[in-house]
């Protein structure tokens, strides 16, 4: 990889057919045009935010019936898969991260659950100051690169890979609800990343499937996670934040570190025991040290975004423009058709992510219609900042 970021190519590091970074701009740019402010300065809001709890769910042409599709990925019926008796391959602690310790109110309860369903747990929380702290301890080649990122955001991405390399357990944003205990997820394999809603990134993104970061799950010093901070300093000069250290930057590493060509990255998988999304994801045995499982997504990250203007785009693309769709994006459709946008979580979903998206909010406008922010000492006595 080339040391002089003046001479980047970022088609140099992502396979020919990855095309994330232009759909994916050019998704949140329609996306920003579409919104309309309503009320003062002092208390904006988007209206397309609230639209969606009245959408009616209606994903097909009257002419067709969900049965002529095949789903995106087997449906759940039994439990994560897991081993007894045997030690964690994760290690039991979570990790989350903010700017300081001052959690805004309306994430309080998501943060609670975390200590509520796994009372035996390490809890670490990473602010901007002790992130800092820990790359210049560990990582000092890349804190050039964490001082220059252009946001907040770039850093909250970029650390959660750092701790969870150096650490291992579980990292969730704190939008994320935990359900229950996450000690069976960590009992089979060594890493875990879930796929966002599989309908989600096949409509919005054109895109097969989009590794998220939200939530995911490894043993430390895993080479994926080695591979993906080595690649972080070549992908700042991205404009996208989900280029530049997210969901579609993730993506892009994890079709490398999987060897995933363009006609593979398109294929499917015969159906499983493991009950994964059926869409091809390596050759590298997902029981193996260095594998990285793709849980089926109803296990971690089953609910939709439901901001707009997502679930009217999903609609007008589904009904009206049915038969010009590709093979996978009706059956995305039809998905939602059985589904709906707003979903009933089964008794297997260990998390829950609630889509605040904190990053699209005018700064300084974030908390006033709420009270004030709660330390972390208050919200999880136990809690260890490095």
């Keep these: 990889m080339p040391k002089n970021e003046q001479n980047w190519d970022f088609w140099s590091y992502v396979p020919s057919y990855w095309h994330c970074s232009t759909r994916s701009l050019i998704n949140n740019r329609n996306r920003k045009r579409k919104r309309k402010k309503v009320g003062s300065r002092s208390s904006t809001y988007y209206f397309s935010e609230y639209v969606s709890e009245y959408f009616p769910q209606s994903f097909l042409p009257p002419n067709y019936d969900v049965s002529e599709f095949k789903p995106l990925q087997p449906e759940v019926t039994e439990d994560f898969p897991t081993t007894f008796g045997e030690s964690p391959r994760i290690p039991h602690i979570i990790h989350q ?6 959690i805004p109110n309306k994430f309080v309860q998501y943060v609670k659950t975390f200590a509520k369903y796994n009372p035996n747990w390490k809890y670490y929380f990473w602010t901007d100051e002790s992130a800092r702290k820990l790359i210049a301890e560990r990582h000092p080649d890349f804190l050039s690169t964490w001082d220059n990122y252009r946001s907040g955001l770039n850093k909250a991405d970029a650390l ?12 969730a944003d704190i939008d994320v609800e935990n359900m229950r205990s996450l000690d069976r997820a960590t009992m089979k394999y060594t890493c875990i990343f879930p ?3 599989l309908e989600q990134a096949i409509l919005r993104l054109q895109l097969h499937y989009l590794i998220n970061n939200a939530i995911m799950m490894c043993r430390p010093k895993h080479p994926f996670l080695k591979q993906i901070i080595s690649a972080l300093p070549h992908f700042r000069p991205m404009a996208d934040p989900i280029d530049l250290a997210g969901p579609c930057f993730v993506t892009s590493q994890f079709l490398s570190y999987k060897n995933i060509t363009g006609d593979q990255y398109s294929s499917e998988k015969e159906p499983g025991i493991d009950r994964s999304p059926y869409f091809y994801s390596g050759s590298l045995s997902n029981e193996h040290e260095n594998g990285v499982y793709v849980p089926n997504t109803r296990y971690f990250l089953d609910t939709l975004d439901t901001h707009e203007p997502g679930p009217h785009m999903y609609q007008q693309k589904c009904t009206s423009s049915f038969e010009k769709l590709p093979l996978y994006q009706q059956r995305a459709c039809a998905d939602l058709q059985r589904r709906g946008i707003h979903r009933q979580s089964s008794k297997y979903v260990f998390t829950i992510h609630n889509w605040s ?4 909010k ?13 330390d972390i000492h208050l919200i999880v006595p136990h809690v260890n900042i490095y």
């Design 160 to 171: 959660r890979y750092i701790v969870l390399y150096e650490f291992g357990g579980i990292y």
């Design 195 to 197: 796929p966002e809603p």
């Design 97 to 102: 991260t903010y700017k300081d310790t001052l």
């Design 362 to 374: 005018q700064e300084g406008l974030d908390h006033l219609s709420e009270p004030g922010p709660v």
């Design 357 to 360: 998206q904190t990053y699209t």
